[in-house]
């Protein structure tokens, strides 16, 4: 059940024929399996780890709730968010639609245009990480090997485009979708859908910083934008995975009990400027769209 004319990806599961309590549905079985998915191998690797080092069950268990993580379970975090691609497929089968329609507006994810977008976000978020170190000194990252940190390297490297994508397609996919459906106007559409999915996105990070509760709300709007104006959620992957791979990659060689403190004094307004650099890839990206005539709307007729 697809629409009878052409549609912008937001709007993409109000179509003529898809009840609409389709979309619903689809999203609530995706926040049940979320806290399924990740419960179940957070518990896993909280189990593993105990075993393994002879801690306390519960004495890992208060840690964690405290912010206190060990590399097994920064790991288990990732991975249990990349389990969740295919079970995004599953949701646009839900929804009503043949589960390609999900990725973009023509029925399928577009990899020639992927790659592309995966090029100029690299470029852009490698060259925000040099000159921040530039300015602060390679010192300030912290840097040094530690018994896990080869094993987690390759983990993270492994599993972190997949926890990126999981990412996009729940929120600027699902979610996105499901309250776009909703609401008449394209635009109207595009902001209400873009400020609920942003604001999930940032509720999900649990951070009590505002100036990081800014960061990841906008960094979701910019995503929510890209993908409405590129008619699917290539462009949006790509700037995520670009993001987090290269974030990632300094995690295993650092202090990763001081890495994901998110409370009240973690941010500050230097977040503002790589907000700054995502924005900058987000335009260069949607003007590389236009001019490769990428679709921003279907399906095709």
């Given at each position: 059940m697809l629409p009878v004319t052409p549609t912008r990806y937001p709007q993409f599961w109000r179509a003529p024929g898809l009840p609409a309590w389709r979309p619903i549905v689809a999203a609530l079985v995706g926040a049940a399996m979320f806290l399924l998915v990740s419960t179940v191998v957070t518990l896993v690797a909280v189990f593993v780890e105990a075993y393994m080092t002879g801690t306390d069950l519960i004495e890992l268990i208060e840690s964690m709730a405290g912010g206190s993580f060990t590399p097994g379970i920064v790991f288990a975090n990732s991975l249990g968010l990349a389990l969740l691609v295919p079970v995004a497929f599953l949701l646009g089968r839900?929804?009503?639609?043949?589960?390609?329609?999900?990725?973009?507006?023509?029925?399928?994810?577009?990899?020639r245009w992927f790659w592309p977008a995966v090029g100029v976000a690299l470029v852009g978020i490698a060259l925000y990480t040099g000159i921040s170190v530039l300015i602060d000194g390679v010192d300030s990252l912290g840097l040094q090997v530690f018994p896990y940190s080869w094993w987690l390297f390759l983990g993270l490297m492994l599993v972190t485009p997949f926890q990126a994508a999981a990412e996009e397609y729940l929120l600027r996919g699902v979610l996105l979708r499901t309250v776009g459906s909703w609401i008449p106007s394209d635009r109207v559409a595009f902001v209400v859908a873009a400020v609920v999915s942003s604001g999930v996105f940032m509720s999900l990070h649990a951070a009590s910083d505002p100036w990081l509760n800014v960061f990841y709300f906008t960094m979701g709007m910019l995503l929510a934008w890209l993908t409405w104006r590129t008619g699917g959620l290539e462009a949006a992957v790509a700037v995520h995975v670009a993001n987090n791979m290269i974030g990632m990659a300094f995690v295993p060689f650092q202090d990763i009990d001081a890495l994901f403190d998110r409370g009240e004094g973690a941010g500050s307004p230097a977040v503002l400027i790589q907000l700054v650099f995502v924005a900058a890839i987000v335009v260069v990206v949607e003007l590389m769209a236009r001019r490769r005539g990428i679709e921003a709307a279907g399906p095709r007729q």
């Open positions: 839900i929804a009503g639609q043949r589960p390609g329609y999900l990725s973009s507006v023509v029925g399928h994810f577009r990899w």
